[in-house]
């Protein structure tokens, strides 16, 4: 009897053991409840390839509307309230007793008890944009509750929910995991592919440069490439998106990985990250060819530098050896998060060149200064100066710097090498910084506002992109106009105030407002250029009240706009 206690006490610790072990790695099996009461159609992925970054949720469409009701999928408390004119604009962090949070971001509004709250400190602390971190016990919420609206605020390029879930270590997980069902039976698309040589002395085809692959799909539904002839270190790039069934948007894959003669390689697999690793997108596709066509190529090799935790390091790095006279098979397989998959195969045979086409090298350019990830980089003359930090690259470069005849234009690297870290640049013997400010210059010959930080006679900005660089000039103001009301006239139906304020130069900094000398919480939105004032926030009179707008750019050009309005 004792015996059978003892096994049934190891027997309960084990299963508590994992239980706990579940809840801190985020293996939910709760039945949420949809954040939204519509059909869950997706316009973005978790997982998927954004500037900088992976994206971290699920974006839900919302049929272009905004102010769907948005429910908490789980019972919990709110833990965080961000308030920003950019990124997730108005987003709201749910706590639950699993441990793990949900995130719901671009929104409209809250309900109206986290909205009186919001207001309550906004007006406490004079600031449109705020972060709050309520505690445990201030704001409860229960499954299903409406604890917000949906909208478009802050980075959004159009109205949806932007959706979250992350585990109890704040690492975002793959919602689509964790019981959020979208119906999907499509297989994902391979659009190139695309064989990497790895170091001087490989080639494709007789080339050391990147090569395209020309590819066609079979009849039993197989993708093949023509075959190939190659040696030494090869790794493989793949450009692939994923379709669900209910719409046509172009979403990120779930798992890639790969063989060399039925022998895996390389396994990739978004299930979730840590938002400290997120910038290592950049050493998973070739920065490169995306700057130059907007395209994102998945590298499917490992560099000795990339930290990223998404691949499975125990199956190896990728890289394929070739050598001469022997044949190979490469495969290529592309998951979902529904297992609908799509296969790849490369026929290679080794064969050595001793006439390779190589790739041209800034190696032997008169511009070069040498920069190492494990270094930092500092170089200046009289006119300027540019510092690197130490791990702001992810190799070792050959930059290219140089200046026009004046010393007032910039030339430092070049766009496609990517910067992991700020830079800072300065330009020196600045006597009047008045209005001056760094830009980089476009494409197009636009200069794009940089930063106007001045000090000890030198003009500074920080940046994380290499390009042509120099100091520019914005003398003029920002512009105010009202929208929906006119000076010195009733406006007892109106709801809010709406005022347009634009700066086509060096944007928007800083603004705010006041009725009667008192503040007044105006909303900003940079894409409609548009603030917002509440009326029911209750900081009229009755009868005559006077508006006062103050607002700045970045270089310090300001304009007050006042006006008289009169209201019951």
Known sequence: MRHSLIICFLIFCNLLAIAQQNIASGNNTSDFTPPVAIPIVLSGTFGELRSNHF???????????????????????????????????????????SGQTSVYAHLQGFSKKIEAYVKKQQYAKKTYTLELFPSKNQISV????VIAYTGNSGGSSGPHLHFELRDAQSRPINPMLEGFDIKDTRKPLVRSIWLYPLDENSH???????????????????????PIEACGAIGIGVNTVDQQDAAYNKNGVFKISSKLNGTPVFEMELDRFAFSETRHINQLIDYAYFKENRSRITKLFIEES????????????????????????????????????SVLRIPITGKEETNITTKNNLENSPYIFTAQPSQSFHHQNEKWSVYIPKNALYHKEYLNIKTSASQDTLKLHEPTTPLHKYINISFKNITDAKQKYIAKISKSGKPQYVGSKFEKNSLKARTRDFGVFTI???????????????????????????????????????????????????????????????????IYQSGKNELKVFVEDSVGNSTIFEAIFYRK
Request: glycine share 8%.
């Open 55 to 97: 994206h971290s949720g699920l974006d839900i469409k919302t049929q272009g509307k905004e102010g769907l009701k948005t429910f908490a999928i789980e019972k919990g408390y709110v833990s965080r309230i961000k308030i920003s004119h950019y990124g997730y604009g108005k987003a709201l962090y749910i706590t639950h007793p």
């Open 142 to 145: 229960s499954k299903g509750e």
């Open 204 to 226: 494709v085809n007789g080339s050391n440069e990147p090569y395209q692959l020309h590819i066609k799909k079979q009849d039993n539904g197989i993708i093949t490439s023509t």
């Open 306 to 341: 990339n930290p990223l935790s998404i691949y499975d390091r125990s199956v190896g790095d990728g890289k394929l050896h070739i050598s001469p006279e022997l044949s190979y098979m490469a495969e290529v397989t592309v998951l979902d998060v529904k297992k609908n998959k």
């Open 472 to 538: 520019c000039t914005d003398t003029i103001a920002p512009k105010i106009r009202a929208l929906n009301f006119s000076n010195n006239k009733w406006i007892s139906k109106l709801k809010t105030l709406r005022i347009k304020i634009t700066d086509h130069e060096t944007g928007i900094k800083t603004y705010h407002g006041s009725i009667n000398g008192k503040f007044a919480l105006f909303a900003y939105d940079p894409k409609k250029q548009l603030l917002v004032h509440d009326l029911s926030d209750g």
